[in-house]
């Protein structure tokens, strides 16, 4: 899943709407070609063994000439020439053509014969569902068709005029003058067939419930536990990834990857914005509805964390394939989660996609809903990161230790098994927690921020610990409450229960942090200080861990290379 986001001047946006009666449609970007015919029926397969039988489906990318059509597209937009656009996406100018008439409330019509074609032979068939890439559909302004082209041929881009808008509300595609197809809009967008397919909830479920014996199994040696999870390819960083390309691009970039939620100042303004998305397909193939929601309130945290307001979310939502019950079961209790999670947390959904029939061979994926979330940051000054920054700053954590360790990055490490009951959340307290983050950053009470997530308490005090020289920590913690089934250690320390927050916090500021937090709702203990070169965690009188942050940090940062590495090998 890939997450863009875009900053535009609200009064300059231009809409995927075409108006104008008369108004020429213009094709611009690269020529058309077979490759991504079918792609968006292909996206909605299962595979096997004769999946690459499906390759023509799909697209062929190139990103060079993708940056000159989008800087060719913006200058023309920053004209008053272009009154509509859309990109050829999923079913290529069968969807852009059908949808910008749709939503102007009027006619398309246009000759494909007039479409620029990189392979010969295509009938009007190919052409209107090749999803070929670089391209984007114009609705111009009559009279202004020169101006137009001039920009296109100045980025060596084709912009050719392939039709133009017509009264009523048809799409009529002709082929060299002749009539090919002729639809009402409508039918092809807002009348679309709504499925009611039969859902089901999965046999067996309550033996998921139950947490695997190793989750009892007392914990002998937290220091070499604690080690081994940092490198999870889940837990582990991903600097092997984000290396490979320049986030320092446009200068826009204020929390370096890695370091938090991202975010990115608006130029010509003193705010910024922050960014996370987040899923986890171990909680919503126990719980899919507690599931999407824990995903929803992750990401909203982190970006709260970095001291930003959620101001919205999308989605990307990942099944197998939904003609199965107990898929469509998950898909609609994952919806229905999601609904609960936005309406609470005050965050509306802007857009999102789906991805169905998720499955090789027969084996569908975990369900795996991702939510990406946007926060506004009004001071981009009060800015927070997830590492400590310096010694001698207090440690405060935030939130309640549930005692919990259903569906864990533990639980699936001793056990390769995902087991027990997903983490619980209170969305109310979610969002006064979140709001309190906002607060204090705001009023530059904090000096980090960090949630607790994957791999617990442990894991988000080790990670607070890289990225700034590190910078030591000494904590002493609770002992998490007895649930059956699991050791109360390894709960206390790996167990991953929602909407918990480590913060750095000047000395001075303490008592501010733990009054508001007390006006918020939340939950709040001192458990220690930063500094020194060690982590060391304490619960209750016992130290259980203490280990060279250097140590931890090098396993953390080179364990997903040396992964990679061996499954390619």
Request: glycine share 12%; hydrophobic share 40%.
């Amino acid at each position: 899943n890939m997450f863009c986001l875009g900053i535009a001047k609200h009064d300059a946006i231009v809409t995927g709407s075409a108006s104008g009666v008369g108004n020429p449609v213009y094709y611009v970007g690269a020529k058309t070609g077979r490759d991504g015919i079918h792609g968006a029926t292909m996206a909605s397969a299962e595979f096997d063994e004769k999946s690459a039988e499906k390759r023509p489906a799909v697209q062929v990318g190139d990103p060079f000439m993708e940056k000159l059509l989008l800087e060719a597209c913006l200058e023309v937009m920053a004209t008053d020439a272009c009154v509509g656009v859309q990109d050829m996406g999923a079913a290529g100018l069968t969807c852009s053509t059908s949808e910008t008439g749709a939503r102007g409330g009027v006619g398309v019509e246009i000759d494909v014969a007039k479409v620029p074609q990189r392979e010969t032979g295509m009938t009007p068939y190919e052409i209107m569902l090749s999803e070929s890439q670089e391209r984007m559909l114009l609705i111009v302004k009559k009279g202004r068709e020169a101006e137009v082209e001039r920009v296109f041929a100045k980025w060596d881009l084709h912009a050719v005029r392939i039709g133009e808008v017509t009264a009523g509300e048809r799409l009529r595609i002709l082929d060299h003058g002749t009539v090919v197809a002729d639809v009402p809009n409508r039918a092809l967008t807002d009348e679309a067939p709504v499925y009611r397919r039969p859902l089901e909830r999965p046999e067996g479920r309550e033996a998921l419930a139950v947490l695997p014996p190793e989750a009892a199994a007392p914990l002998t040696d937290a220091r070499a536990t604690l080690l081994a999870l940092l490198e999870r390819p889940g837990i582990a960083s991903k600097h092997w990834i984000y290396q490979q390309y320049d986030h320092m691009v446009r200068t826009n970039t204020i929390v370096p990857t890695g370091m938090g939620a991202g975010v990115v100042r608006v130029k010509g303004t003193n705010t910024a914005l922050a960014m996370s998305v987040d899923g986890n397909g171990r909680y919503c193939q126990l719980d899919p509805r507690r599931g999407t929601q824990l995903a929803l309130a992750e990401a909203a945290r982190n970006v709260a964390c970095a001291g930003g307001l959620p101001i919205g979310a999308t989605n990307c939502l990942n099944f197998g394939n939904p003609e199965r019950p107990e898929i469509m079961w998950q898909f609609s209790e994952a919806i229905a989660g999601l609904i609960d999670a936005c309406e609470t947390l005050e965050i509306p959904i802007t857009g999102g996609n789906v991805s169905l029939y998720n499955e090789t061979d027969g084996k569908p994926i975990l369900p795996t809903p991702v939510l990406g979330v946007v926060g506004l940051i009004e001071d981009a000054s009060r800015v927070r990161g997830r590492a400590f920054p310096a010694a001698g700053l207090e440690i405060v954590l935030l939130g309640e230790d549930r005692g919990e360790l259903g569906g864990s990055e533990y639980v699936k490490m001793v056990s390769g098994l995902v087991r027990g009951r997903a983490p619980d959340i209170d969305l109310g307290i979610e969002r006064e927690l979140q709001r309190l983050l906002v607060d204090l950053a705001a009023r530059g009470l904090t000096q980090s921020a960090h949630d607790c997530a994957e791999g617990g308490v442990a894991v988000t005090m080790a990670e607070c610990c890289f990225g700034t020289g590190g910078v030591g920590a000494d904590v002493t913690i609770d002992l998490a409450p007895a649930n059956r089934g699991m050791d109360r250690l390894a709960a206390t320390l790996f167990g991953e229960s929602a909407s918990r927050v480590v913060l750095a916090v000047d000395p001075r500021d303490v008592d501010e942090v733990l009054d508001s937090a007390e006006r918020f709702g939340i939950n709040a203990v001192q458990i220690g200080r930063t500094g020194g070169d060690v982590l060391r965690i304490r619960v209750g009188r016992d130290t259980v861990v203490e280990c060279a942050v250097a140590e931890a940090e090098r396993r953390w940062s080179q364990a997903l290379a040396t992964w990679l590495e061996g499954r390619a090998a």
